[in-house]
């Protein structure tokens, strides 16, 4: 029997918060991004997410950082990049690259 390709769990760090907390050793930018700055930082993810290497996606975490510091509209674009590099895997088993599928997103 052969055992069916387990999907990937994709995860975009979102660098941006607005004041650095004392405690806090997460790789973060304590600056409030302009929207110049996020539309450069997602388009980046976009490219890093294109050269990256291909498998079956059925979960999207965004962390940080503090992801609802960049515009929804540009997360949006995160996820449509995702979905259509990593085909979604459907949920319960199996997976059709020609469906599409829906992440369960975490932010
Ligand atoms: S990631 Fe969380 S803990 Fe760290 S600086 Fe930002 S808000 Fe504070």
Redesign the pocket.
């Known amino acids: 029997m052969i055992e069916a390709e387990r999907p990937l769990g994709l995860y975009v760090h979102i660098p941006f918060?607005?004041?650095?907390?004392a405690?806090?050793?997460?790789a973060?930018d304590?600056r409030r991004p302009g929207r110049p700055r996020q539309e450069r930082y997602v388009a980046a993810v976009l490219r890093e997410m294109a050269g990256a290497e291909k498998g079956l996606a059925d979960t999207l975490y965004f962390g940080?950082?503090?992801p609802s510091l960049v515009g929804a509209d540009l997360l949006a674009r995160v996820v449509e990049g995702a979905r259509s590099l990593f085909a979604a895997a459907r949920h319960g088993g199996g997976h059709d690259r020609g469906q599409p599928a829906l992440f369960q997103l975490f932010v």
Do not use: D, L
């Open positions: 918060c607005e004041a650095k907390c405690y806090c050793h997460f973060i304590p940080g950082g503090t």
